[in-house]
């Protein structure tokens, strides 16, 4: 079957291809393994990712997306040729459509980047929608409606706060504080109260085992191994869920203040809705456990996670290429 429309949750940690008629068909890292005497690319995806911190000299990993921007075109680039193609198999002829998910906060020289990266790696007509609009879709919130919504998506380099009413976003904040900003606190934290070295992918799995974002009873466990930094030699070590929660605390208290901030900067009738509806969360970040809770606790209002969060982005990307007539403004909204 012929693949014309594609939608690309393009993230900083993973990437997610959704086509209509099929589903999500692509859920693998935004990383790129470089030979670097030649500058070819070996490996993309989850194959990269499995050589992420062993790999020799004259290999490197690259994420190629810094805070969900293009921070190598020439990677990029490579990176999206391989998706678009496994997407649409080899033997397609007919170059796809493609809706790709950018920051609220992107410049336009950033949005012209990524288009063009698109483009060159085999796509017909390439679009770009902020990624609030697309996680407020993909959470089945109705955009269009002249009642407001509030969504906080969180993925790996970014996270997003937006108010959203009659197809766009009223008002939003967009830092720099998500999945791997964790991933580093659960790093540094383990170095500091343990004098023991972890590597990113085992802080990545702490964070999916026994990650919260409130202390719980009981407490859940889990063994970690590294290297002691007194001695250099391998040690083996249990940290609890209360830790990971103390260890992220600072970050999620940034991104509630940047809620905050959006409230005060929101219409007071659509801060009323909000009050209504509730906070939907969305996005890998929202996964953490007790996470709705901890925003509930902090600002006092409802706090619901939406259904299939880590999907959320790809699947308004493909609703948006279904109904092309119906967000036809939000395509064409260049701001």
Not at 139 to 163: R, Y
Not at 207 to 228: F, M, W, Y
Not at 270 to 287: C, F, N, P, T, Y
Request: with cysteine.
């Amino acid at each position: 079957m012929f693949t014309r429309k594609i939608g690309i949750d393009l993230g900083t940690a993973n990437t997610i291809v959704f086509v209509p008629g099929r589903g999500f068909i692509i859920n693998e890292p935004t990383i790129v393994a470089l030979n670097v005497p030649d500058n070819t690319v070996l490996a993309v995806g989850k194959e990269a990712k499995e050589m992420v911190g062993r790999t020799p000299a004259d290999i490197i990993p690259y994420q190629p997306l810094r805070d969900g921007v293009i921070a190598d075109y020439y990677i990029t680039k490579a990176m999206l040729r391989y998706f678009v193609a496994k997407a649409c198999g080899s033997f397609n002829l007919i170059k796809p459509d493609v809706v790709i998910s950018v920051p609220a906060g992107i410049t336009q020289t950033e949005r012209r980047a990524v288009i063009n990266a698109a483009r060159e790696s085999g796509s017909r007509e390439a679009h770009v929608v902020r990624e609030p609009i697309l996680a407020a879709l993909g959470a089945d919130i109705p955009i269009n409606s002249s009642s407001g919504n509030m969504v906080v998506n969180i993925g790996g380099g970014t996270s997003e706060v937006a108010v959203v009413a009659l197809g766009g976003i009223v008002s939003w904040a967009s830092l720099r504080i998500a999945g791997n900003k964790f991933d580093q606190a659960i790093m540094d934290y383990v170095k500091k109260k343990y004098g023991l070295a972890i590597g990113e992918q085992t802080a990545e799995n702490i964070k999916i085992e026994i990650g919260s974002a409130l202390p719980t009873k009981p407490r859940l466990e889990c063994q970690v191994r590294g290297r002691n930094l007194a001695n250099g030699l391998p040690k083996d070590l249990t940290v609890n869920s209360n830790e990971i929660a103390e260890a992220l605390n600072p970050h999620l208290m940034e991104i509630i203040a940047a809620v905050q901030n959006v409230f005060n900067e929101t219409p007071p009738e659509l801060v009323a809705d909000v009050m209504d509806k509730g906070i939907i969360l969305s996005g890998g970040g929202a996964e953490l456990a007790n996470l709705a809770d901890f925003f509930k606790g902090a600002l006092g209002v409802n706090t619901y996670v939406a259904e299939e969060p880590l999907f959320c982005v790809a699947k308004g990307a493909g609703l948006i290429l279904t109904h092309l007539d119906v967000y036809k403004r939000i395509l064409l909204n260049k701001r």
